[in-house]
């Protein structure tokens, strides 16, 4: 499976920006699509995912603000993320996990950066 990730970029505080994953290859169903992010210094961590069936799950950090979508005939999840804070910057990193095999990919990272 290979992930591309884009839509990352330079925002002031409050603002909005869509990241967009699409898998690519041997994709399966019943399979898990989110996004973690990782701080300068700080450990990856998950900010959300969303789950074949229709489940999805936040970070508590981004509850409110983002939210994860999927176009399942597109192969592709969407982050909106709105109301952004400084302490959002990270690089973005999207993974697919076919739940079969419990297997992860992990596509490259993509910069946000929240700042005025």
């Known amino acids: 499976v290979q992930l591309q990730a884009s839509g990352g970029g330079l925002v002031q505080p409050g603002g909005s920006l869509r990241l967009s994953c699409a898998a690519s290859?041997?994709?399966?169903?019943?399979?898990?699509m989110g996004w973690y992010r990782q701080a300068p210094g700080q450990q990856r961590e998950l900010v959300a995912t969303?789950?074949?069936?229709?489940?999805?799950d936040y970070a508590d950090s981004v509850k409110g603000r983002f939210t994860i979508s999927r176009d399942s005939t597109k192969n592709t999840v969407y982050l909106q993320m709105n109301s952004l804070k400084v302490e959002d910057t990270a690089v973005y990193y999207c993974?697919?996990?076919?739940?079969?095999?419990?297997?992860?990919?992990w596509g490259q990272g993509t910069q946000v950066t929240v700042s005025s």
């Open positions: 290859g041997r994709t399966v169903i019943p399979n898990r």
């Open positions: 993974k697919y996990t076919n739940l079969f095999q419990s297997r992860d990919y």
């Open positions: 969303d789950t074949t069936g229709g489940r999805t």
